[in-house]
C-alpha cells in the first residue's frame, strides 16, 4: 500500500477531525480513508487518532506526526511537478471566490485556463460566508475586502473600483442625488454578511479619507444576487465593485451617480496555507487569477 496515501488520508483527517469530511475532501470513500489510517497505526506501531461519537482527534504521536508530514507531502507535491512543463500538471484544486467575483471575472473566462491545463481537476466554491480554508480542504481562497488576523499566507492582487449606483427606473421616479445632502432624501440597499444591529451609509472618499454618512435605508441583504436585484429592482442607492455592475450599467438598467464620491476601492487578496512548497498546479492557477484581476483594475 502506497505510505504516501496513508500519510494524506492521516493528514486530512488530522487537520478536519472528521472521516467523513476527510474522505469529500480526498474524494475517497469513507472506509477507504479509515482503512488508509488504521494501515499506518499498524505500520508505526502507535494509535494516532482518538475517534468518539462527536470527533476525532490526535494522540501525542498523532500530532507529532501530523507536524512533520504536512511539510513533507507539500515537499512531494513540489517534486512530482519538478520536472514537468504546465501542460503536464495534473491534480485537485480546491478555490473558494466570493460568488460576484466568480460569476462577472472568472467563469467567463475559465475555459482559457483549462484548456491549457487539461489535467488539473478544478472544483470553484462561490459563497458569501467566509470558508475555513484548512477545516475544509481548500488549497486557496479569494477575498475582497479587508483582511482579519490570520496565520495564512495572503498575496495582494489589487484593487476593485467601486461604483455608486441606482436602477434607471428610481432614477426616474426619485430622481438623482447631486450632492451628498440630496442623499437623506433618498434611501440604500444595506449590504450585510450576517444580520445584526448595523446602520446603512454612504462611504466615501474626502482627501484620501474615507468618511461614512449615515442615511435611510429600504431594505437589507446579506448576499450578493439579493443586492444586485434590489437594485435592479428600483429599491435605492447600492454601492458595489464596478466589475458586477458594469454590464447593467452599459445596458442602462442602472444609473451611476455621484461619481466623485465613490467608495475607496476594495482590495482583493488570494490567500494559502503555506508559503513553501506550493504545488505547482496551485501556483500556476493564483498567477493566472492575478493577470485576470488586473483586466478589471480600472477605474
Not at 500519510?7 to 478536519?16: G, K, N, P, Q, W
Not at 467566509?130 to 495582494?156: H, M
Request: charged share 25%.
Amino acid at each position: 500500500m502506497n505510505k504516501l496515501e496513508l500519510l494524506r488520508s492521516f493528514v486530512r483527517v488530522t487537520e478536519l477531525s472528521s472521516f467523513t469530511q476527510a474522505s469529500d475532501a480526498l474524494g475517497l470513500p469513507r472506509s477507504t480513508v479509515s482503512e488508509h489510517v488504521q494501515a499506518l497505526e499498524e505500520l508505526l506501531g502507535t494509535r494516532l487518532l482518538l475517534r468518539t461519537t462527536r470527533k476525532v482527534q490526535a494522540t501525542p504521536d498523532g500530532a507529532v506526526l501530523y507536524e512533520r508530514s504536512k511539510d513533507m507531502l507539500a515537499q512531494m507535491d513540489e517534486l512530482e511537478g519538478l520536472f514537468r512543463s504546465d501542460s503536464m500538471l495534473s491534480g485537485r484544486l480546491r478555490v473558494d471566490m466570493p460568488t460576484s467575483v466568480a460569476h462577472n471575472i472568472v467563469l467567463p473566462r475559465l475555459g482559457e485556463f483549462l484548456s491549457e491545463h487539461p489535467g488539473i481537476d478544478l472544483e470553484i466554491s462561490s459563497t458569501d460566508r467566509r470558508v475555513d480554508l484548512v477545516r475544509e480542504g481548500f488549497d486557496c481562497v479569494l477575498r475582497v475586502g479587508e483582511l482579519p488576523d490570520t496565520t495564512l499566507v495572503a498575496r495582494s492582487l489589487g484593487e476593485l473600483p467601486m461604483v455608486n449606483c441606482v436602477g434607471a427606473g428610481y432614477a426616474r421616479e426619485h430622481g438623482v442625488p447631486e450632492t451628498l445632502a440630496d442623499l437623506q432624501q433618498h434611501r440604500m440597499i444595506h449590504y450585510v454578511l450576517s444580520f445584526g444591529a448595523t446602520s446603512a451609509f454612504f462611504e466615501y472618499q474626502d482627501q484620501d479619507k474615507t468618511r461614512n454618512l449615515a442615511m435611510p435605508r429600504s431594505i437589507t441583504v446579506n448576499n450578493v444576487q439579493a443586492f444586485e436585484a434590489a437594485c435592479l429592482g428600483n429599491l435605492g442607492i447600492i454601492q458595489s465593485p464596478r466589475m458586477g455592475m458594469r454590464k447593467h450599467l452599459i445596458k442602462g438598467d442602472l444609473v451611476e451617480i455621484l461619481p466623485n464620491y465613490r467608495p475607496s476601492p476594495m482590495k482583493i487578496s488570494l490567500l494559502y496555507a503555506h508559503r513553501r512548497h506550493l504545488p505547482e498546479r496551485c501556483r500556476v492557477f493564483m498567477d493566472w487569477l492575478q493577470k485576470l484581476i488586473a483586466e478589471h483594475n480600472v477605474p
